[in-house]
């Protein structure tokens, strides 16, 4: 009976651990397209640290040895398309690991070289720069008989290629994705990889046509005051889960829409928060001056279109860092804290790079200064192009004189990121 709740506790996706003997690879006999026999496929279910729950297969076929692998994401296709800009400068860079889905576009301005969409995989810069190679080279020996001509372009463009590989000068690589579940490993957390995320159409394109949904019961439901509790998946190890939502009024602010999630089977606790009135018209970036112990306990609302920032430490943390949170800023600060060091998977174990790792543990350690108040005066930055964050004040109604509070227009690119640019709200006509 014990061993039974045992295997129904377990994860769906489960980290790779050598010290798991139970690993649950499943091995299912499939067709071999080389010699047309009977090959072994193995599945495994896992989840990429930072990232997300993926499905990695891989197909052996003892009869030619033929043997390939493949990557496909666990999860659903995202509300936004992904898109990672990185540049090339040393051969650090070239171990970057990448997941590359089979919608995810790989492109090289440099060389105005593009990867169009393939099978799935999980690979690294200098990975992708070796499949380009490979695939180019594979048929070069026939092509140098029939099409000589082709054959010495396609040549001079490996070399180039190659030129890539050994770092002769830099380079910048992009990964385009509109599912939204690919991803580049950034081993540098406070700076160099530039990540955008926006609207896809893909959604639109895969959804069911599910028919008429059965009607809901018209009871009057208080948001203020009941709690809502609805099934959904764990966001760590995909076990379905309760959560539980609320609406609650800040003062001084506005009203939010508070969701924690707590799972049974991981022990994984989660909450997120959305504003409550929508977009504002205008953002907001909120600037404290750090001048006591006390400024810890402050409440934060961090909606999920907030970036961060602490201009003394030279540390900025983009749109979605940490999601959306309703803390304090003590809280919040151990939040960035956690995510670099406690749960940053590229910074422990014998593979990891001392001189990076030793980089965050100095910023952790004058993190945690800031909190236990040995650090003062410093700006905590909040800007939220939404206007949906908020810092408390704790002179209020008064001004507080070491927070500034600025109102601002949005710019075009932050519009692009909210989805704003294509959003019609004025003489809108319907057909």
Do not use: W
Not at 20 to 35: A, G, H, I, Q
Not at 119 to 141: F, R, Y
Not at 163 to 171: G, M, S, Y
Not at 217 to 240: L, M
């Amino acid at each position: 009976m014990s061993s039974e709740n045992t295997n129904v506790s377990k994860p769906l996706y489960r980290d790779i651990n050598a010290d798991d003997d139970d690993p649950e690879v499943m091995e299912l006999e499939s067709y071999c397209v080389n010699c047309e026999q009977n090959g072994k496929t193995r599945l495994f279910l896992t989840k990429i640290p930072f990232f997300k729950e993926v499905v990695v297969s891989s197909f052996t076929c003892d009869n030619c040895g033929l043997h390939n692998t493949g990557l496909q994401p666990g999860g659903k296709i995202q509300e936004k398309g992904v898109k990672y800009v990185c540049k090339i400068n040393d051969a650090k860079d070239l171990n970057r690991q990448i997941v590359q889905t089979d919608n995810a576009t790989v492109l090289i301005p440099k060389l105005e070289f593009e990867v169009p969409p393939n099978k799935g995989t999980l690979t690294t810069v200098e990975g992708v720069i070796q499949a380009a190679i490979d695939g180019l080279s594979h048929d070069q020996p026939v092509r140098k008989i029939q099409n000589p001509e082709v054959a010495t372009q396609i040549e001079a463009f490996i070399e180039k290629l190659n030129a890539l590989k050994e770092l002769k000068e830099p380079f910048e690589i992009i990964l385009d994705d509109p599912s939204g579940n690919s991803f580049m490993e950034n081993p540098y957390p406070l700076h160099i990889l530039q990540y955008d995320s926006y609207m896809n159409s893909l959604k639109e394109e895969v959804k069911e046509n599910k028919g008429d949904k059965e009607k809901k019961k018209e009871e009057f439901f208080d948001g203020k005051s009941e709690v809502a509790t609805f099934r959904t998946n764990c966001p760590n190890c995909n076990v379905p889960c309760d959560t539980n939502m609320k609406l609650v009024d800040i003062p001084h602010f506005k009203e939010v829409v508070i969701m924690a999630t707590v799972c049974d089977a991981c022990g994984h606790k989660d909450n997120e928060v959305k504003g409550g009135s929508g977009i504002e018209p205008k953002g907001t970036k909120i600037t404290l001056k750090i001048t006591d112990t006390s400024d810890m306990s402050r409440d934060v609302l961090k909606s999920d279109t907030a970036s961060m920032a602490i201009p003394e430490l030279d540390f900025c943390a983009e749109m979605g860092t940490l999601g959306g949170r309703f803390t304090t800023l003590e809280g919040l600060l151990e939040g960035i804290k956690g995510q670099l060091s406690d749960s940053n998977p590229f910074f422990k174990g014998d593979s990891s790079d001392k001189e990076r790792a030793s980089k965050i543990e100095i910023f952790c350690q004058e993190v945690q200064k800031i909190i236990s108040g040995e650090r003062l005066g410093d700006h905590f930055i909040l800007d939220d192009p939404a206007g949906n964050s908020y810092l408390q004040n704790v002179y209020a109604p008064d001004p507080d004189p070491e927070m500034t509070i600025e109102q601002y227009e949005r710019t075009y690119e932050q519009n692009e990121d909210l989805g704003l640019n294509d959003m019609k709200t004025e003489n809108y006509e319907t057909s």
